[in-house]
């Protein structure tokens, strides 16, 4: 069974730019979950989805980060226009009616 | 609102030696326990999920252990080994509809041979 699939697995912007990730969970996995993982720090929820619905996206900064999972599967986060306190690692999560987490390798981003 | 805490900054240890990492939490639901290990460059696995309140749970000569009158798990190994050095992370998860997951910082063990 493949497990937690992400890319890009680096990024390397400017402040300003923008960037997107994406996830594809494990097949079935009805719950997707979006991390923030600063340096030396354990992972911080962003946002997560119950199929294609939000649950909780209290913790995603809404002026420049949005994430969408429009068929209940695969799902994309943006950050609009990068800051430096945004280098971090992003990792994506899924699981089955909220049973167990399972991490995807994540994306490090360092931003400039 | 639920958290999880851990008690330990780094660790460094000689091979043979004992762990200990201790996790508090608070919560207003009933929850599940969990501990991840991630290693330098990878995404957090999953160690195992910790069972019922005094009983222990064991994988890869890791135990866990949950008090929940003190409401605090801790994993322990007695001899650890180089390949045991990453970072550890407890979690906790509420029980509540649709559920959420909640990280300790980490501890990160470093095994000396």
């Known amino acids: 069974e493949a497990g937690v699939t992400q890319s890009p697995r680096y990024a390397v912007l400017q402040e300003g730019q923008a960037v997107s990730f994406w996830c594809d969970p494990i097949?079935?996995?009805?719950?997707l979950y979006w991390y923030q993982q600063p340096r030396d720090q354990g992972p911080q929820l962003l946002v997560y989805?119950?199929?294609?619905?939000?649950?909780?996206n209290s913790q995603l900064p809404s002026d420049r980060f949005s994430a969408v999972r429009p068929k209940g599967t695969n799902s994309t986060l943006k950050i609009q226009s990068a800051k430096q306190g945004d280098t971090a690692t992003y990792l994506c999560a899924s699981s089955h009616l909220g049973n167990t987490l399972y991490f995807g390798a994540g994306t490090r981003l360092s931003v400039l | 609102g639920d958290s999880v805490t851990q008690t330990e900054g780094p660790v460094t240890l000689s091979e043979g030696t004992s762990l200990t990492v201790n996790c508090s939490y608070e919560t207003k639901q009933y929850p599940t326990l969990f501990w991840y290990v991630q290693y330098p460059g990878e995404g957090p696995q999953l160690l195992f999920k910790?069972?019922?309140?005094?009983e222990k749970g064991s994988n890869r000569g890791f135990e866990a252990t949950y008090n929940k009158e003190a409401t605090s798990f801790h994993l322990q190994k007695a001899s650890v080994q180089e390949s045991d050095s990453a970072v550890y992370y407890c979690a906790l998860s509420d029980q509540t509809g649709y559920q959420n997951f909640y990280f300790g910082k980490g501890t990160s063990l470093t095994v000396i041979p």
């Open positions: 989805f119950r199929d294609e619905a939000v649950i909780d």
């Open positions: 097949s079935g996995h009805d719950t």
């Open positions: 910790v069972p019922k309140a005094n």
